[in-house]
């Protein structure tokens, strides 16, 4: 079946590392994304792994994929109190031309 | 460089109505995928437009359309619209033509309210 999961909220100071986790179902899956969404905003495209990789770091993001574990994190490092927001986990689906299969979002909070 | 621009920003219907969104996806793109996305939750993928074709659908009734035009602009149609249908409804497009390997974009969506 097609499902991801994710835990629903996140608090962190500002400055420390936030790290999000993500797990799906379908081993299938080609790429694996993290999305942004600030209040009343569409989804922001932040970083994305094909599935054949392990890791990918961009600036501050790091995304980490255990393929045999079907678990996918996001580390934001020194977070900041703009990174609040909710981080959606999303999956390509290789059977499909082009859906994704978004977990519910992980509400961030950054403390300052 | 336009990124993908949704119309209108925001809309109020009443049940049975009928309502129609827009979407013009980011330069370049081929495919738009609309989404549906309910308040706490992420988004549910409801049908993709491909060559002016719908080439994939999620579990949405037929109550829900859609139509992509000669410039891969699209729209999204709801008929007899019920309360359960008020959200966030988000557009996404992609370039297909480069083996469909590429990530989508979304815009920032259409909040539809039924009252």
């Known amino acids: 079946g097609e499902d991801v999961e994710q835990s629903l909220f996140l608090s962190v100071r500002e400055g420390d590392s936030s790290v999000i986790n993500c797990t799906y179902t379908?081993?299938?899956?080609?790429?694996l994304y993290w999305y942004k969404q600030e209040p009343g905003a569409g989804l922001q495209l932040l970083t994305y792994?094909?599935?054949?990789?392990d890791m990918k770091q961009d600036q501050r993001l790091t995304v980490l994929l255990n393929k045999k574990d079907k678990h996918l994190s996001l580390r934001i490092a020194d977070t900041q109190t703009g990174d609040s927001a909710i981080y959606f986990c999303?999956?390509?689906?290789?059977?499909?031309?082009?859906?994704?299969?978004f977990g519910p979002g992980t509400s961030l909070s950054v403390i300052p | 460089d336009a990124g993908v621009t949704q119309s209108p920003t925001h809309l109020i219907k009443t049940r049975g109505q009928q309502v129609t969104l827009r979407c013009s996806p980011k330069?370049?793109?081929?495919?738009v995928s609309w989404y549906q996305q309910a308040l706490g939750q992420g988004p549910q993928f409801i049908f993709q437009?491909?060559?002016?074709?719908?080439?994939q659908r999620g579990n949405f009734p037929d109550r829900f359309s859609g139509h992509q035009f000669p410039n891969y602009s699209s729209e999204l149609n709801v008929n007899a619209l019920l309360l359960g249908d008020s959200a966030l409804y988000l557009c996404?497009?992609?370039?297909?033509?480069?083996?469909?390997?590429?990530?989508?974009?979304f815009g920032d969506g259409t909040r539809l309210s039924i009252l």
């Open positions: 996404a497009s992609s370039f297909t033509g480069g083996g469909g390997n590429q990530p989508q974009h």
């Open positions: 379908d081993s299938s899956s080609t790429y």
């Open positions: 792994i094909f599935s054949n990789m």
């Open positions: 999303a999956e390509k689906v290789k059977t499909s031309y082009d859906k994704v299969i």
């Open positions: 330069s370049g793109h081929d495919t």
């Open positions: 437009y491909y060559e002016e074709e719908e080439r």
